[in-house]
């Protein structure tokens, strides 16, 4: 099946500082989302991309499409400590469930 | 609640007895997936509903575990003869998208903490 691969699996940053991670993939998706899960919740979606060179803000958080439709990056501006958690990419493309493909998340803990 | 309604929140079993998790959807929402999350760990699909379809099963991990959808609403998956390797979060959530459109965004819940000893 298809497979994505986010990076950075963890990330320890101060405070304010700002944050990027992504995903690639060698098969192409149709549409990409970026989830965030809290400790002990179920993940929330917090954007959804559905074209190639899309470029999307929700607040301090910006996501991109990438032109070849194989990656995806989050970036989130000024950290806050409510931004600890859990970020996946997931992707659309073929296959069973929808098409539907998880990353398998980067962690991401904010020092004081 | 609006939500996705996940019970039990935790459930302890010993080794070698038979579980059910439930999944109470977002009314009106024709698709239903359960994922599974070891600690610390990715999403781990599992099974997914859609509509009046068969059911994708093709995550399920062993014939030890199933799942059913009553009346297109909530859906059980049971894990009989449990495993110490079973223990995980059971995630459930549920998309009122069918294929196409903005098939993807789903609506989680908050998840059944299931530990055999």
């Known amino acids: 099946g298809q497979q994505l691969n986010q990076s950075p699996q963890s990330m320890f940053i101060q405070e304010g500082e700002d944050v990027s991670m992504n995903c690639t993939s060698s098969s192409i998706f149709n549409t990409w989302l970026w989830y965030k899960q809290d400790p002990g919740e179920g993940p929330v979606l917090l954007i959804a991309?559905?074209?190639?060179?899309e470029l999307t803000s929700n607040g301090r958080l910006t996501a991109q499409f990438g032109i070849t439709r194989k990656d995806s990056f989050l970036n989130i501006s000024a950290s806050i400590p409510s931004d600890v958690g859990i970020y996946f990419c997931a992707g659309v493309g073929w296959g069973g469930a929808d098409g539907l493909t998880f990353g398998k998340g980067t962690h991401l803990i904010i020092q004081p | 609640g609006a939500g996705v309604s996940q019970s039990p929140s935790n459930k302890v079993t010993e080794k070698g007895k038979d579980v059910e998790l439930r999944c109470d959807p977002i009314?009106?929402?024709?698709?239903l997936y359960w994922y599974r999350q070891s600690l610390g760990q990715g999403l781990e699909f599992l099974i997914y509903?859609?509509?009046?379809?068969?059911p994708d099963k093709s995550g399920l991990p062993s014939d030890r575990f199933s799942a059913e959808r009553t009346g297109g609403s909530v859906s059980t998956l049971t894990i009989q003869r449990t495993q110490q390797e079973d223990s995980a979060v059971y995630l459930c959530?549920?998309?009122?998208w069918g294929s196409g459109g903005r098939t993807g965004e789903l609506f989680f819940g908050e998840g059944s903490r299931l530990t055999v000893l």
């Open positions: 959530a549920s998309s009122p």
């Open positions: 009314s009106g929402h024709t698709a």
């Open positions: 991309l559905y074209k190639a060179g």
């Open positions: 509903f859609q509509g009046n379809s068969a």
